[in-house]
Antibody, heavy 115, light 108 residues
Framework: QVQLVESGGGVVQPGRSLRLSCTASGFTFSNYVMHWVRQAPGKGLEWVALISYDGSNKYYADSVKGRFTISRDNSKNTLYLQMNSLRPEDTAVYYC????????WGQGTLVTVSS | SSELTQDPAVSVALGQTVRITCQGDSLGSYFANWYQQKPGQAPVLVIYGKNNRPSGIPDRFSGSRSGNTASLTITGAQAEDEADYYCNSPDSSGLHYVFGPGTKVSVL
């Protein structure tokens, strides 16, 4: 069965960096686009970034462009989100999801940006 | 505009039918996807594309589109359908995505 497991969340001070990982299993990871989506506490879903199946194309929400970088290692079935210059408004649960239609989602990892 | 709008909340009597709508300019070009999210859980895809249900999603869930409005219909709502429902679609560029603000469905 498809599994997506996020990790790397935690508490970080404003301006610092954090890298999230999403390990995939149960499907051919290298065949599909992958997304990061976040959800601030008590709020709705916000699309963050998309990466093509081979990593050659990447797209970002305006709110994170220039600060976040999405990447993938198809040999390790792993998706990454490098988050730099973190702000309090980046506090959220971060989910990874597969395929154009966000078919499967992980359980999420909580990132808290606070001094 | 790349925004999607949804009613904040709707209620439905047990066993009755409820329609949740999602409006936005991008929906004139793209089909909406729909997600169900229960408290403390990750979202689950319930409808994608024109009107496709992933494996395991009951057939009481269906999708449709008219102009710039997409709809998710639950025919014969069950207690377990009480949840937040989000629509999404690509934006006008086709390379970014946008989610609606979500609709809280209460089953009475």
């Amino acid at each position: 069965q498809v599994q997506l497991v996020e990790s790397g969340g935690g508490v970080v001070q404003p301006g610092r960096s954090l890298r999230l990982s999403c390990t995939a299993s149960g499907f051919t990871f290298s065949n599909y686009v992958m997304h990061w989506v976040r959800q601030a506490p008590g709020k709705g879903l916000e699309w963050v970034a998309l990466i093509s199946y081979d990593g050659s194309n990447k797209y970002y929400a305006d709110s994170v462009k220039g600060r976040f970088t999405i990447s993938r290692d198809n040999s390790k079935n792993t998706l990454y989100l490098q988050m730099n210059s973190l702000r309090p408004e980046d506090t959220a649960v971060y989910y990874c999801a597969n395929k154009w239609e966000f078919d499967y989602w992980g359980q999420g990892t909580l990132v808290t940006v606070s001094s | 505009s790349s925004e999607l709008t949804q009613d904040p909340a709707v209620s439905v009597a047990l066993g009755q039918t409820v329609r949740i709508t999602c409006q936005g300019d991008s929906l004139g070009s793209y089909f909406a996807n729909w997600y169900q999210q229960k408290p403390g859980q990750a979202p689950v895809l319930v409808i994608y594309g024109k009107n496709n249900r992933p494996s395991g999603i009951p057939d009481r869930f269906s999708g449709s589109r008219s102009g710039n409005t997409a709809s998710l219909t639950i025919t014969g709502a069950q207690a377990e359908d009480e949840a937040d429902y989000y629509c999404n679609s690509p934006d006008s560029s086709g390379l970014h995505y946008v989610f609606g603000p979500g609709t809280k469905v209460s089953v009475l």
